[in-house]
């Protein structure tokens, strides 16, 4: 054997060690025709991993992703890798105009992507192969997550874990100021506010974000959490995982000192928080 050659299949055993657990992936995508229904009859994308081999009472974890992020963002593909091997599940989907899902920018509002979420679980819940439904979020999905969570309750939500939780888009709403946006808070620009991308934030999502219970709504789900938080957020400040933290009746809270918004510093041990609490409370024979 040569060097080159050494070298080769020493790469190959090494790049076996590190890959994730065998799974099968279900694609679903509007632009096939295979999109889940969402708020308002949009299509969703969504990529459904599921632990090969498995086939009855699977549990899965949906994964809402943050604001202008997709299913490929914060935390779904490492946290669906980090799961996979201990036998749960993962739902990743785009939520309205985002990623590869029906609708307009404009028109999305954290009331709408909730009803998506909600839709997205009452797929899985009818799909008879599947068992303990958990939840999980990032940023504006982690609010997303949290007020899903308490409107169904513990009774069909297993587990919870926010990361960077956004509860702040509420008082942004409220002010009318937020790092990528300023208007008159009482009468938003009816044609939306230019995000400079290409996408124009909707006079709805401010009216609404300004009404949310968020706070209220989370403080329902009694099924215990994980509140993740960088303590370097200039995003979303600490105060805000810690208030969650304080309604999820039985959570923990776990601060980061040195990671920001996207826990950009230590990103694997930071998703393996969460990770580890879905783990304990959803792998198959706990």
């Keep these: 054997m040569?060097?080159?050659t050494k070298v080769f299949t020493a790469a190959c055993i090494a790049a076996l060690a590190a890959a994730p657990a065998f799974a099968r992936v279900e694609r679903f995508r509007p632009a096939d025709g295979t999109g889940i229904e969402g708020s308002g009859g949009k299509k969703l994308a969504a990529d459904l991993t599921i632990p090969d081999g498995?086939?009855?009472n699977i549990p899965v974890v949906i994964v809402c992703h943050g604001f202008r992020s997709s299913k490929g963002g914060?935390?779904?593909p490492e946290l669906t890798s980090q799961l996979i091997a201990h036998g749960i599940a993962t739902m990743c989907f785009?939520?309205?105009a985002h990623g590869d899902s029906e609708g307009e920018f404009i028109d999305m509002t954290v009331p709408n992507e909730i009803e998506d979420a909600i839709k997205i679980y009452e797929y899985i819940r009818a799909r008879p192969e599947f068992g303990k439904i958990a939840i999980a979020g990032h940023s504006q999905g982690g609010v997303v997550a949290a007020m899903v969570a308490g409107q169904l309750g513990a009774k069909k939500i297993s587990g919870l874990a926010l990361?960077?939780?956004a509860a702040v888009l509420k008082d942004d709403a409220i002010s009318g100021h937020?790092?990528?946006y300023h208007c008159d808070a009482s009468n938003p620009p009816v044609e939306g506010i230019d995000l400079g991308d290409g996408r124009r934030l909707g006079r709805e999502f401010i009216l609404t974000a300004q009404k949310l219970p968020i706070y209220e709504t989370a403080a329902k789900y009694k099924g215990g959490a994980c509140v993740i938080t960088g303590g370097s957020d200039v995003i979303v400040p600490v105060k805000y995982g810690r208030r969650f933290h304080g309604v999820l009746v039985?959570?923990?809270f776990h601060l980061l000192p040195e990671e920001d918004h996207n826990f950009s510093r230590s990103y694997k041990s930071s998703i393996a928080i969460g990770a580890d609490y879905f783990i304990?409370?959803?792998a198959p024979g706990k």
């Design 2 to 4: 040569n060097q080159l």
């Design 94 to 96: 785009d939520f309205n």
């Design 54 to 56: 498995a086939t009855e």
């Design 163 to 165: 990361w960077a939780v």
């Design 250 to 252: 039985g959570s923990s």
């Design 74 to 76: 914060i935390p779904g």
């Design 178 to 180: 937020c790092m990528i």
């Design 280 to 282: 304990r409370m959803l």
